[in-house]
C-alpha cells in the first residue's frame, strides 16, 4: 500500500499519466508494486495513511514486556524511553525505505501521531508519577483534531512520477 497522501493535485497528475500511457488499464490496475491511485484521499483514507497500525502494535507489545517486568521504577523508565525512540526512529526508516513516504512533513506528522499513541499507551509517559490517564485521553482528541486539519502540499514532480503507469 502506498502510504503516501494523494492530494486533488496530485490525483489529477497522475489521471493524466494514467490516460496518456498505452498500457491497458487491467495492466495498470494489477500491478502488485505500487498502482497509482488517481482520486485523492478520502478522510478516512488520509487518517489511515497517518496511524501506521503495524509498528503501533509492536511498540504496543515490546513497551507492555517493559512495564510488566520488576526492575527498578528509573531502569523501567530508561527502558521505555529507549524502546519509544528505537521504534521511532525504525518507523521513520520504514516509511521512507519500505513506503516510500515522500513528504518529510507527513513523516513528521506521522511520528507526532506515533508520539501521541505513545503518550495515551503503556509507553513512557505512564511510567512517570505525575502522568494521569485522562492526559492521553486530551492528546488524542487534540492530535485527532490536527490530523483532520492537515493538508500536505501535493507530491513533487520527481516523486509522483515514480507511482504512475
Do not use: C
Request: hydrophobic residues 50%; aromatic residues 12%.
Amino acid at each position: 500500500m502506498n502510504l503516501n497522501i494523494i492530494t486533488a493535485q496530485d490525483a489529477t497528475v497522475l489521471a493524466q499519466k494514467v490516460k496518456a500511457t498505452t498500457t491497458a488499464p487491467a495492466q495498470i490496475a494489477n500491478q502488485t508494486d505500487r498502482p497509482p491511485a488517481v482520486t485523492k484521499d478520502d478522510l478516512y483514507g488520509r487518517l489511515l495513511k497517518f496511524i501506521p497500525g503495524p509498528l503501533l502494535g509492536v511498540y504496543v507489545f515490546v513497551q507492555n514486556i517493559v512495564v510488566s517486568v520488576k526492575m527498578s521504577h528509573s531502569l523501567r523508565v530508561v527502558l521505555a524511553l529507549v524502546v519509544f525512540v528505537l521504534i521511532a526512529a525504525l518507523m521513520v526508516v520504514f516509511l521512507r525505505r519500505q513506503k516510500h513516504v515522500r513528504r518529510w512533513s507527513q513523516l513528521a506528522v506521522m511520528f507526532g501521531a506515533f508520539a501521541v499513541f505513545a503518550f495515551s499507551t503503556n509507553g513512557p509517559s505512564q511510567v512517570f508519577h505525575w502522568y494521569k490517564p485522562w492526559f492521553g485521553t486530551v492528546a488524542l482528541g487534540l492530535a485527532g483534531a490536527f490530523l483532520i486539519a492537515f493538508n500536505p502540499r501535493p507530491l513533487p514532480p520527481d516523486d509522483i512520477n515514480e507511482f504512475g503507469p
